[in-house]
């Protein structure tokens, strides 16, 4: 069975960094573009960045580039997300996804909430 | 603001058939494959439709997706309580160089 478990939300106060990580199970990484995406409370999803198979590739959303770092260990079979200089408007549930075919995700975490607030 | 333009909410009674339509413009939907996802209160969203118009396997064939020029739609037959939830579309923006989502749509079923 296919599983992607994300970890590493919580309460950090702006300007400060957190790290998340996505475990996935029951496939292997290695074959797959993946994806971190966000919803704010209450809001829609978007998305936040992507890193191809291997890893040489990554591209992020205009309102994170600079901010967050993706990058994935496929020998753990591990996806992370390096968030810092946190702002309130990147307080969210952020998922981490499984790419079909760039905007089709197949598998989707159950999700990790960050919360960015003194 | 989202790039894909979406109804805020549609609603219909059980049996009938609702559409939900995805607006947007030739540097994403008008040239690059559109997909739908629904979301129930609570949980991660599932994936329905793909590549404009493909199935996920185990996504019931009352839904269905098409696509013209630079507008997607979703549409929905025999509608249940349980498909009561929010449907976004999705798709890759090539000028942006990001994958965009719509606003969401609330699907109420009276």
């Known amino acids: 069975e296919v599983q992607l478990v994300e970890s590493g939300g919580g309460l950090v106060q702006p300007g400060g960094s957190l790290r998340l990580s996505c475990a996935a199970s029951?496939?292997?990484?290695?074959?797959?573009?993946m994806h971190w995406v966000r919803q704010a409370p209450g809001k829609g999803l978007v998305w936040v960045s992507r890193?191809?198979?291997?890893?040489?590739?990554?591209n992020y959303a205009d309102s994170v580039k600079g901010r967050f770092t993706i990058s994935r260990d496929n020998a753990k079979n591990t996806l992370h997300l390096q968030m810092s200089s946190l702002r309130p408007e990147d307080t969210a549930v952020y998922y981490c996804?499984?790419?079909?075919?760039?905007?089709?995700?197949?598998?989707w975490g159950q999700g990790t909430l960050v919360t960015v607030a003194s | 603001q989202s790039v894909l333009t979406q109804p805020p909410s549609v609603s219909a009674a059980p049996g009938q058939k609702v559409t939900i339509s995805c607006a947007g413009s030739n540097a994403n939907i008008g040239n690059n494959y559109v997909s739908w996802y629904h979301q129930l209160p609570g949980t991660a969203p599932k994936l329905l439709i793909y590549d404009d118009t493909k199935r996920l396997s185990g996504t019931p064939d009352r839904f269905s997706g098409s696509k013209s020029g630079t507008s997607a739609t979703l549409g929905i037959t025999g509608l249940q309580t349980g498909d009561e939830a929010d449907y976004y579309c999705a798709t890759w923006d090539s000028r942006l160089n990001e994958v965009v989502y719509g606003g969401g749509t609330k699907l109420t079923v009276l």
């Open positions: 029951g496939f292997s990484i290695t074959n797959y573009w």
């Open positions: 996804v499984r790419d079909l075919n760039i905007a089709g995700a197949d598998y």
């Open positions: 890193i191809n198979p291997d890893g040489s590739y990554s």
